[in-house]
């Protein structure tokens, strides 16, 4: 009997275990998921910042120097440039995350 009382005991403490990782699972799941989206959005305005800049290096030419004389209508500086702006309503439209 008294390993069946230790067998007993030794489940008690595995399930009050799993019981505790149960529960704090899900905090950890969204807290991951949110973090994951934050990073999402952070790299799409990086990628439309380099975007902007490789526009800006396209548009100069190599033998005309730093002060624009070269007579072209296009950007000079990263503030003659516009960079596009997405709206939360048009990330949701593009995107639908599925519902956990």
């Known amino acids: 009997m008294e390993v069946f ?36 959005e952070v790299l799409e305005t990086i990628e439309v910042r380099l975007a902007s800049l490789e526009a800006i290096l396209k548009l100069r030419e190599p033998g005309r120097d730093q002060t624009g004389s070269g007579g072209s209508s296009g950007p000079r500086s990263l503030e003659d440039v516009e960079v596009p702006s ?5 990330k949701n439209d593009r995107e639908t995350s599925p519902a956990v």
């Not at 067998?7 to 969204?30: D, E, K, R």
């Open 5 to 40: 009382g230790g067998f007993m005991v030794m489940m008690s403490i595995i399930s009050l275990f799993l019981a505790v990782v149960w529960l704090v699972m899900p905090f950890v799941v969204f807290a991951i998921k949110g973090k994951q989206d934050r990073t999402l």
């Open 86 to 90: 997405v709206s939360a309503t048009e």
